[in-house]
């Protein structure tokens, strides 16, 4: 029948999909297994946006970004353009940003930086006043994390602590929530402890970590450690698993570090540290020694076409800005109020290039204001490039969730008509 020989779309046996005759599936093609990949916490491929930026690079920008001449210039405006990126991606500034080699380096160089500035600041404050502070001079640093870490974070603390170099607590989560215990993680600090390291979301169990509040009672409690002259406790979190499936913002989080990693949300098997204000607010000490990339904290020529990749991966996940997301503050579960980042975006124009969707940006007794934002957003304290690209989505009882997946496409192809415009 010829109804019968729809395509489906199936993974081969290397992962990726392609489409074939239904007729075909188990009969003619024996090749083609169809598969259902369900594994995307341990990695997720590389999305054909990102497989194409990472050529072009590997074409355009193959010289040394250290170098002057052209391949090299272009290879350096690459790196910048990718780590402004990921800066906006986690809520953070440009210079905040540190590439490494993936995760596990991330981890393992916020360990090192903790135990070099507990040693640098037993150093510097020895004549420091309290009781609590003579402990910490001749005293082993202390590291706090949970039970249910990733090894790249578990093992180092216990080859410190098997080499005597350093103590560590491992926290038990809660066997009824699943998450480590504010409370329990605060009990376990001494006057040694030098840094906390909870990962944002566990990657077996999906448990997402309070680490907001945890970063604030650590942030009062380093208030008073410093009358007493107490080394300052720094505040870690891996987000391997949270970026890509949820916002995440270091700002918000309140940590020192926020380890990236780019195959987790199909980016290339490279990372990066998120660090708030290296070698000023937050220290950061180099692992490795040489020709003076990423200013010192992690030299080696950069790997610009997998840093092109991690950059053109987390553009997507930072185009969105949510101007109704107000902490403590319930809202509308029908209402979404966004922006759409970039030049020539304005909301007016998005929705003129829609096929499908009928929306409006704001209330629509002000319709009339032109492309003026509106001033509820700007009261809301939404900034003004933001918000004039602000538009207003509200579902109702007919609306589907096929319908959302046309209007999320329709919304696609109008940006990238602009887009296009825009270039041409």
Same mark, same amino acid.
């Given at each position: 029948?010829?109804?019968?020989?729809?395509?489906?779309?199936?993974?081969?046996?290397?992962?990726?999909?392609?489409?074939?005759?239904?007729?075909?599936?188990?009969?003619?093609?024996?090749?083609?297994?169809?598969?259902?990949?369900?594994?995307?916490?341990? /990695? /997720?491929?590389?999305?054909? *946006?990102?497989?194409?930026?990472?050529?072009?690079?590997?074409? *355009?920008?193959?010289?040394?970004?250290?170098?002057?001449? !052209?391949?090299?210039?272009?290879?350096?405006?690459?790196?910048?353009?990718? #780590?402004?990126?990921?800066?906006?991606?986690?809520?953070?500034?440009?210079?905040?940003?540190?590439?490494?080699?993936?995760?596990?380096?991330?981890?393992?160089?916020?360990?090192? /930086?903790?135990?070099?500035?507990? #040693?640098?600041?037993?150093?510097?404050?020895?004549?420091?006043?309290?009781?609590?502070?003579?402990?910490?001079?001749?005293?082993?640093?202390?590291?706090?994390?949970?039970?249910?870490?990733?090894?790249?974070?578990?093992?180092?603390?216990?080859?410190?602590?098997?080499?005597?170099?350093?103590?560590?607590?491992?926290?038990?989560?809660?066997?009824?929530?699943?998450?480590?215990?504010?409370?329990? /993680?605060?009990?376990?600090?001494?006057?040694?402890?030098?840094?906390?390291?909870?990962?944002? =979301?566990?990657?077996?169990?999906?448990?997402?970590?309070? +680490?907001?509040?945890?970063?604030?009672?650590?942030?009062?409690?380093?208030?008073?450690?410093?009358?007493?002259?107490?080394?300052? +406790?720094?505040?870690?979190?891996?987000?391997?698993?949270?970026?890509?499936?949820?916002?995440?913002?270091?700002?918000?989080?309140?940590?020192?570090?926020?380890?990236?990693?780019?195959?987790?949300?199909?980016?290339?098997?490279?990372? =990066?540290?998120?660090?708030?204000?290296?070698?000023?607010?937050?220290?950061?000490?180099?692992?490795?020694?040489?020709?003076?990339?990423?200013?010192?904290?992690?030299?080696?020529?950069?790997?610009?076409?997998?840093? =092109?990749?991690?950059?053109?991966?987390?553009?997507?996940?930072?185009?969105?800005?949510?101007?109704?997301?107000?902490?403590?503050?319930?809202?509308?579960?029908?209402?979404?109020?966004?922006?759409?980042?970039?030049?020539?975006?304005?909301?007016?124009?998005?929705?003129?290039?829609?096929?499908?969707?009928?929306?409006?940006?704001?209330?629509?007794?002000?319709?009339?204001?032109?492309?003026?934002?509106?001033?509820?957003?700007?009261?809301?304290?939404?900034?003004?490039?933001?918000?004039?690209?602000?538009?207003?989505?509200?579902?109702?009882?007919?609306?589907?969730?096929?319908?959302?997946?046309? +209007?999320?496409?329709?919304?696609?192809?109008?940006?990238?008509?602009?887009?296009?415009?825009?270039? !041409?």
């Amino acid at each position: 029948m010829e109804g019968d020989q729809v395509e489906k779309m199936v993974l081969t046996k290397d992962g990726r999909k392609t489409a074939v005759d239904k007729e075909c599936v188990g009969k003619e093609n024996k090749s083609v297994e169809s598969k259902v990949y369900m594994d995307y916490n341990a /990695t /997720t491929p590389m999305a054909p *946006e990102v497989i194409q930026t990472v050529t072009e690079a590997m074409h *355009e920008a193959w010289g040394n970004p250290s170098s002057s001449y !052209t391949a090299g210039r272009k290879a350096k405006e690459i790196i910048n353009e990718a #780590r402004e990126s990921l800066a906006r991606m986690v809520g953070g500034r440009p210079q905040d940003i540190i590439f490494t080699s993936g995760g596990t380096e991330a981890n393992n160089l916020v360990i090192h /930086t903790a135990l070099r500035h507990f #040693r640098e600041s037993r150093v510097l404050g020895q004549d420091g006043p309290g009781e609590d502070h003579k402990r910490a001079a001749g005293a082993t640093p202390h590291f706090i994390t949970s039970n249910v870490e990733h090894d790249s974070v578990r093992l180092p603390l216990e080859h410190l602590v098997k080499e005597h170099m350093a103590e560590a607590t491992f926290v038990p989560v809660s066997k009824i929530t699943g998450q480590v215990e504010v409370d329990d /993680t605060i009990a376990a600090i001494r006057p040694t402890t030098c840094l906390v390291s909870i990962m944002l =979301a566990n990657n077996e169990t999906g448990v997402i970590m309070p +680490i907001s509040e945890l970063s604030q009672r650590i942030q009062i409690l380093n208030q008073n450690r410093m009358a007493l002259g107490l080394p300052r +406790i720094l505040m870690h979190t891996d987000a391997a698993q949270m970026i890509g499936k949820g916002q995440v913002n270091g700002q918000d989080l309140g940590v020192d570090y926020l380890t990236i990693v780019g195959h987790k949300f199909y980016a290339p098997r490279i990372g =990066a540290l998120y660090v708030r204000g290296p070698g000023v607010t937050s220290p950061l000490h180099p692992m490795l020694f040489g020709g003076g990339q990423e200013r010192n904290f992690r030299p080696g020529t950069e790997n610009t076409p997998m840093i =092109a990749g991690l950059g053109k991966a987390s553009f997507g996940k930072q185009r969105l800005h949510f101007n109704s997301q107000f902490p403590g503050a319930k809202r509308l579960c029908n209402t979404c109020n966004f922006s759409i980042w970039g030049p020539g975006l304005q909301g007016r124009m998005v929705l003129s290039h829609c096929k499908t969707l009928l929306a409006s940006v704001g209330a629509a007794c002000h319709s009339e204001k032109g492309d003026q934002p509106s001033s509820i957003l700007l009261s809301c304290g939404i900034p003004y490039e933001v918000a004039q690209n602000a538009l207003r989505l509200s579902v109702g009882r007919d609306t589907t969730k096929e319908d959302v997946d046309i +209007i999320v496409e329709d919304l696609k192809q109008s940006v990238a008509q602009l887009e296009q415009n825009r270039v !041409t």
